[in-house]
């Protein structure tokens, strides 16, 4: 999760890993590219991240060039600010991130072997040899052409000066739908909330629209903007920000304007507590991996298991993100400040539509244990409330040996989440 990039590896959807912007491109030879014109690739992981670093050798006539990227992360690349070449073995450094990278080739340069350094994270590293670039397997991305219809639609909040962006997917056969309007968590995501080139919003809104529903995805605040000051905003803000693409869907012929519900995800699913509490014309909520505790309490626990054997480490990142005093004045502080003092029971409450929960017991970020107890206890009798015993924060089944990183999961969301939402939406409409 990451509304403003200074927080965004202590909020919900994140992970907690360093960022690895790496490139390099410079006329020396290692001999580990044979003489005609080709590209040899290499990938290593970082024992802190498990993210994987690709090093590209491009041999051309009359020169070498290295190219060093994180594939998960960006698709940019940065050249070094300090290169360092004898024989087989390559020094890199990037002033601008704080990175020191040695390498030095085996006898067959199937491996490269050497160190990575960035600020106080020391450790080694093994680039081996691949017979092709890398990709990402994420199979279940719908690919046009789709068999319904989409119509691109944009809507203003009046407290802000951004025009919002998004799509709206519905069936091809004429009528009016009822629609679910999509709420991502913490962080300016976009509308297909792409994370690691996994698109669940967008997953989400092909299969929902395929059986039958209307579904609204949109560009959150200050989506595509430069400028920082068009990301100011609460959790409150932001809400506004979702009633209003409600609103503005009550003018669409192809929507039933009693049966515009929300889901909402991570901080998502806040927002549509507050909503929900406010506003009687909601017909349903989808609350997924959203918070039952107050914001410090989010932060301070999800902190604690990421630290749980680092003490020290804990108490510098307790200081930093939680006890502490806000400045306001910044963008970053002033939506946490309104975070962490923010108790959803007071809105969980005053929920009276049907309202549909679902949490994973392997959510590292949104912590089961200490969240659902709150929602089950303060939630409307009629409310059902799933769990899964193996899926993560996204939704998707973890993975037990990276269980913080989505990347390394093929999976964009579990099936079986994807059937309960459509089986919950069933209940309510096609009865």
């Keep these: 999760m990451q509304r403003y990039k200074k927080i965004s590896n202590f909020l919900m959807k994140n992970l907690y890993c360093y960022i690895l912007l790496l490139s390099v491109a410079f006329p020396f030879s290692l ?38 990227s994180s594939p998960l992360q960006s698709k940019e690349n940065f050249p070094p600010s300090k290169v360092k070449y004898i024989e087989d073995s390559l020094s890199l450094g990037f002033k601008k991130l704080g990175i020191v990278l040695h390498l030095k080739a085996n006898e067959d340069s199937t491996e490269l072997k050497g160190t990575f350094t960035q600020r106080f994270l020391h450790s080694e590293i093994v680039f081996k040899k691949q017979d092709k670039d890398f990709a990402l397997l994420r199979p279940q991305t719908p690919l046009p052409p789709f068999s319904y219809k989409e119509k691109e639609l944009t809507f203003r909040n009046p407290e802000c000066e951004y025009e919002f962006h998004g799509t709206l997917t519905y069936p091809e056969k004429e009528g009016k739908y009822p629609c679910v309007v999509l709420v991502s968590g913490s962080g300016a995501q976009d509308r297909n909330c792409e994370i ?81 509490a406010e506003h009687k014309d909601i017909a349903f909520a989808i609350l997924m991996a959203a918070p039952g505790i107050d914001g410090k309490k989010v932060l301070t626990t999800q902190l604690q298991l990421q630290y749980a054997d680092k003490p020290t480490l804990l108490e510098q990142q307790l200081n930093t993100y939680v006890n502490r005093e806000y400045d306001t004045t910044k963008v970053s502080d002033y939506w946490l400040d309104f975070f962490v003092r923010t108790d959803p029971v007071p809105f969980i409450k005053k929920m009276r539509c049907p309202t549909l929960v679902l949490q994973g017991e392997k959510d590292f970020q949104v912590i089961l244990e200490e969240n659902l107890p709150q929602i089950r206890k303060n939630i409307h009798k009629k409310a059902i409330i799933k769990t899964y015993p193996d899926i993560n924060h996204l939704f998707q089944h973890y993975n037990p040996s990276q269980p913080t990183n989505y990347a390394s999961i093929e999976e964009t969301i579990s099936t079986d989440v994807l059937k309960d939402i459509l089986d919950f939406l069933n209940s309510l409409y096609k009865k």
């Excluded at 580990?32 to 041999?59: G, R």
């Excluded at 995805?217 to 009633?243: C, I, L, N, S, V």
């Design 196 to 276: 690691y080139q996994h698109k669940p919003f967008l997953v989400i809104a092909d299969y929902l629209t395929k059986n039958g529903y209307a579904v609204f995805r949109y560009d959150d605040r200050g989506w595509g903007y430069t400028d920082e000051k068009m990301y100011k905003g609460t959790t409150k803000d932001f809400a506004h920000d979702a009633y209003c693409a409600m609103q503005m869907l009550k003018n669409e012929d192809v929507i039933d304007q009693t049966k515009i519900g929300i889901a909402g995800h991570s901080e998502g699913g806040l927002i549509a507590q507050m909503l929900c």
């Design 31 to 68: 001999s580990l590219a044979s003489n005609k014109t080709d590209t040899i690739f290499y990938k290593a992981e970082l024992e802190s991240t498990n993210l994987p670093l690709m090093l590209k050798i491009i041999n051309l006539e009359d020169t070498t060039q290295y190219l060093i």
